[in-house]
């Protein structure tokens, strides 16, 4: 049978169109930070931090500050305050922080205290500290600093309360606090300090150098990371560019 001319052409083109569909939809587009996430792994070189047993702060810190960046920087720039093992002094941080414009910061840091038995995460915002926190006996002085502008302070509070809602999500005990921590007057960027863990815990110390344990928390602070960009870029806070999403949104971005 002789297939008539136009019908062979209808076809043909049929077949071409069909070719070049995509195989499965396209992801809807999500907004993201145009700015980068800023990432302030705590301590480095001389100054070790806390260290338990041999274990110390600036190590873990650091080790878990590139997991973070590694999660984030197919979806968005991302900036470490020190990208090795050496000293960056607090003022230095602060200044860099503001220099590069970020969407947001966080730093990152582990617990020590002299009982055994605390455990868990704690994610800070800025705000006056308890009395007596051990945090200050902790961290070297700095200088007198004024309080980030108000607007600031709220978005580390909400950048806070992601955070902690991810980690317990995730399964891991956190909780919110305040402290008045010189990173978090950085006045341009919703600004938050994490201790990820007690070192004093022997238990929790012993998880905390586990690369799977903190593949874990990396895990759950990009999750966190991400879905408070994406609500502020949303919400016309930060400026935006167009990214493909990829996968369902987090607890965390449920709970904002
Ligand atoms: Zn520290």
Redo the contacts with the bound molecule.
């Keep these: 049978m002789r297939v008539p001319l136009a019908v062979f052409i209808v076809l043909a083109a049929c077949l071409r169109a069909a070719a070049m569909l995509p195989s499965a939809p396209l992801p809807p587009s999500q907004p993201r930070p145009t700015a980068p996430v800023i990432i302030d792994p705590?301590?480095g070189g001389g100054d070790l931090?806390?260290v338990v047993r041999g274990v110390q702060?600036k190590d873990i810190?650091l080790a878990v500050a590139r997991k973070v960046r590694d999660r984030l920087t197919a979806w968005t720039p991302v900036m470490l305050t020190r990208e090795d093992d050496h000293y960056v002094t607090l003022d230095r941080r602060v200044v860099d922080a503001a220099d590069w414009d970020g969407a947001l910061f966080v730093s990152i840091?582990?617990n020590e205290v002299r009982s055994r038995r605390s455990a868990g995460a704690v994610v800070y915002s800025f705000g006056a500290a308890r009395r007596g926190h051990h945090f200050r006996r902790?961290?070297r002085k700095v200088p007198w600093m004024p309080a980030p502008p108000r607007v600031e302070s709220r978005g580390g509070d909400a950048l806070a309360r992601t955070i902690v809602a991810e980690l317990r999500h995730d399964g891991v005990n956190a909780k919110q606090a305040r402290c008045d921590y010189y990173v978090l007057k950085e006045p341009t960027e919703p600004s938050v300090l994490i201790e990820l863990g007690y070192l004093s815990n022997p238990a929790e110390a012993k998880r905390l150098t586990d690369p799977a344990y903190q593949d874990r928390l990396a895990d759950s602070l990009a999750k966190a990371i991400r879905a408070f960009a994406v609500q502020r870029a949303v919400r016309g806070q930060a400026p935006v560019a167009a990214a493909l999403a990829d996968g369902a949104p987090s607890a965390a971005a449920k709970s904002l």
């Design positions: 705590g301590h931090g806390a702060e810190a840091h582990l902790r961290h």
